[in-house]
């Protein structure tokens, strides 16, 4: 099963902003998230159907 990923516009804009080391590190991360099982999941405690992975100092939410 694979999904489609959408990236809002203001996720775009930031990655503009930081190194690119780190930019090419949370774009795999985020581009890893088509197929679900190659993400290890962590539910965000209080939040129904929302989960997080970290990439060095930074966390992605989704």
Do not use: D, N
Request: net charge positive; hydrophobic share 35%.
């Amino acid at each position: 099963m694979s999904y489609e990923v959408r990236v809002h516009r203001r996720v775009e804009k930031f990655l503009k902003t930081i190194p690119k080391t780190e930019k090419e590190r949370l774009k795999s991360l985020i581009l890893s998230l088509q197929k679900p099982s190659a993400v290890s999941h962590v539910k965000v405690k209080g939040e129904e159907g929302v989960y997080r992975a970290r990439v060095g100092k930074y966390r992605v939410l989704y």
